[in-house]
């Protein structure tokens, strides 16, 4: 499309991260992100909120890769990182997470993600 001179507008872009989803390809979906950007369309609603669960989806697939081969710190240094906006976890981020805790015999910390599951009511 851009080779051809036109680019892709706020319709588009919502399609292709759902694709980058579905084929797992976080690296394209970076990409997507940077040409959302680029191009001003991030202040499109339904592009932000696309590009919102594209982000979580990729984090949450991170965390749990991340928790499933041992590698506690890493899948901690992304729950920080989405800590620090305002995103709220699903119940397969929150499952993810819970493990940690368990590893680093964490019981305040568990509670805590215990507690927001309930008040969620995932």
Not at 13 to 42: A, N, Q, W, Y
Not at 63 to 79: D, F, K, Q, S
Not at 95 to 122: N, Q, T, W
Request: with cysteine.
């Amino acid at each position: 499309m851009r080779a051809s001179g036109k680019h892709p507008d706020h319709n588009v872009f919502p399609s292709v991260l759902k694709s980058c989803t579905g084929l797992m390809d976080f690296k394209l979906g970076e990409s997507v992100h940077g040409s959302i950007i680029r191009l001003g369309v991030d202040a499109d609603l339904y592009t932000e909120s696309t590009l919102g669960k594209w982000w979580c989806y990729s984090a949450a697939t991170e965390r749990y890769g991340y928790v499933h081969n041992g590698m506690c710190e890493e899948a901690l240094r992304t729950v920080r990182e989405i800590g620090k906006t305002n995103l709220m976890p699903d119940s397969f981020t929150l499952s993810s997470i819970l493990p940690i805790f368990a590893e680093y015999v964490d019981i305040s910390r568990g509670k805590e993600i215990h507690g927001m599951a309930c008040l969620m009511k995932v």
